[in-house]
């Protein structure tokens, strides 16, 4: 009688579960969704004392003003794009020159609609594939247009980082380019574009020094190392001599568990072979190298075409018989592990 009784807990899981995965896709999205966002709601520990009610707080308040830091530095480097954008109108009006210009100005035109958004909840089981963002259809409802919809490009900190795939009451779910199942167009590109992100880096590194006193022995050293950087940002300029060659697709490789692989990404089928608006292939050099910065083409319908995605590490040649380059990839956003903050774009289709 005991082992019999036993045997009914394990039938009744067994049924559940059959009925879990018999469940449609729209079902379980929509539970994953009720149950991300009493999860995230929901204390992590009983407040016993005002101490860990102190804690709460704190923790709540570093998250916003991480936000709003992310939220300030996004807005210093769109104030930089608009200034270029202003400077690249001024010069004179060849074709190529026109192409970039309407890019840029489209581009922009999508980040300054962007919608900030906190990561509420990021999965073990699916670190390197997905995460929980608190923003939702409520949020469109206040906005009064669908802003985040299925398909809405997702950046931090300037770059690529995924694409909202389910849109909830009051959170979205993001599959995150790591993903195997993502696999955006990009292009490579050479020249000024390289020189451009390098000299963003560089000034905000002159601006996180800034703000950060206690990282020099002297003020004398400090001095002296933000001059540097300042003329290596000279240096650099904001040039737009470059030039796209190879396209292809790239594709993360959704590692389960919590970083244990890392977050470089696999390029395929890169090729140049036929002439396209941007030229013809230039035999004199390497269509693919170390180096080659990777930007969205567009031709995918869903990210708008100049995205940054990531930089190019490692080229393999094409098989025996073949024609195309697989690459390795790493994103130009490597915070992608410790994402807490992301801004959301306008989906293409809704241009």
Not at 65 to 82: F, H, K, P, S, T
Not at 152 to 162: D, I, M, Q, Y
Request: proline fraction near 6%; charge should be neutral; aromatic fraction near 8%.
């Amino acid at each position: 009688m005991t082992a019999r009784g036993s045997f009914y807990p394990y039938l009744f899981l067994g049924i559940l579960l059959f009925c879990w995965i018999s469940f449609p896709k729209t079902v379980v999205d929509r539970m994953r969704a009720w149950s991300v966002g009493a999860v995230s709601q929901f204390p992590a520990a009983p407040l016993a004392d005002e101490l860990s009610a102190l804690r709460a707080e704190n923790q709540s308040l570093r998250s916003q003003v991480e936000m709003a830091y992310e939220w300030l530095l996004g807005d210093r480097r769109l104030d930089q794009q608009l200034k270029a954008l202003q400077e690249l109108e001024k010069k004179p009006g060849t074709e190529l020159l026109q192409r970039r210009v309407a890019s840029l100005r489209t581009r922009l035109k999508g980040e300054l609609l962007s919608f900030p958004a906190q990561v509420i909840y990021r999965d073990l089981a699916s670190w390197s594939s997905s995460l929980w963002v608190n923003v939702g259809e409520e949020d469109n409802r206040q906005l009064g247009k669908a802003l985040i919809a299925k398909n809405s490009p997702v950046l931090a900190s300037g770059s690529l980082v995924g694409v909202v795939d389910y849109v909830g009451a009051r959170q979205s779910r993001i599959r995150l380019i790591t993903d195997a199942g993502l696999s955006p167009a990009v292009r490579a590109a050479r020249g000024a574009i390289q020189n451009r992100e390098v000299a963003a880096l560089v000034e905000t590194l002159c601006q996180r020094l800034q703000e950060r006193p206690d990282l020099m022995a002297s003020q004398e050293e400090k001095g002296k190392l933000l001059a540097s950087l300042k003329t290596l940002h000279g240096q650099l300029g904001i040039g737009w001599d470059e030039s796209y060659l190879a396209k292809g697709e790239l594709m993360g490789s959704s590692s389960p568990f919590w970083r244990s692989r890392g977050c470089l990404l696999k390029g395929v089928g890169f090729n140049f072979d036929y002439p396209d608006e941007e030229g013809k292939p230039q035999r004199s050099s390497p269509i693919l190298k170390e180096g080659d910065f990777l930007v969205t083409s567009g031709l995918d319908g869903v990210f708008p075409a100049g995205l940054q995605v990531g930089t190019v590490t490692q080229v393999h040649p094409p098989h025996p018989g073949g024609y195309s380059y697989d690459i390795e990839v790493r994103p130009t956003a490597a915070h992608l592990n410790d994402l807490r903050t992301v801004f959301i774009l306008p989906p293409v289709s809704s241009d």
